[in-house]
């Protein structure tokens, strides 16, 4: 499995569509609206939607490693306009020997894959702030995910932090790169060709 994270708007979804195979959404583990663990955001009524917080990596751990063991799993379909969870549907790989894991938290669990031994590769796709920022406000409009104004200002908040989403998510072990070397690696993943296990961390 390649775990593809990555600021908010940066391609992931596209990406993993475009390398062909199975692709299984990180961002339908979020935790649903009402949920008293959700964060917040610092001197702010709003949620922290780009906080690990917000999201229940258990749950998606387990769902990896259950399509690694098995094939096939359930999982959780999220609404991210009302913030809820409206369903769950089975999701089958078949055969196939490699799935992506995409979402914005896809680094916050690449050590614990490699303890499974399931990961086979992990990268953080990264751009331009300024071309990251639009990609995702015309997304978010185009898809009614939150008011204008709840947009606005995380767009301009993740813009000014992007640099150091991406710095985050490299220091937790995800290869920062651009479009095409991600699908190079994606590539090489598929034909068999996994990364080195990082060495473990001091005692």
């Known amino acids: 499995m390649v775990l593809l994270a990555g600021p ?8 993993a569509a475009r390398a062909g195979l199975p692709v299984l959404r990180l961002d339908d583990f979020y935790k649903e609206a009402g949920d008293p663990t959700l964060p917040l955001v610092p001197g ?5 939607w780009d906080s690990p917080g917000s999201w229940d990596a258990d749950a998606a751990v387990a769902a990896i ?37 995409e979402g914005i938290f896809a680094a916050d669990i690449v050590r ?4 499974l031994g399931v990961l086979a590769d992990a990268l953080c796709l990264r751009g ?5 920022f639009r990609r995702r406000l015309l997304r978010d409009l185009r898809e009614g995910r939150k008011s204008v104004p709840f947009l606005l200002r995380r767009g301009w908040r993740l813009m ?10 490299t220091a937790l072990g ?5 479009r095409d070397e991600a699908l190079g690696r994606l590539a090489a993943a598929a034909a068999g060709r996994h990364r080195a296990p990082r060495a473990p961390e001091p005692a």
């Open 65 to 101: 490693a259950e399509l690694c063991a098995t094939g096939r799993t359930t999982v959780p379909v999220y609404d991210i306009a009302t913030s809820s969870r409206v369903g769950r549907e089975p999701l089958d790989i078949a055969r196939t020997p490699l799935f992506v894991a």
């Open 112 to 115: 614990r894959c490699e303890e």
């Open 128 to 132: 331009r702030p300024s071309t990251t």
């Open 174 to 178: 995800a290869h920062p790169c651009a």
């Open 160 to 169: 000014r932090a992007e640099r150091s989403i991406v710095a985050r998510q």
């Open 44 to 48: 702010s009524t709003d949620i922290d």
């Open 8 to 15: 908010s708007g940066s391609g992931k979804s596209s990406l």
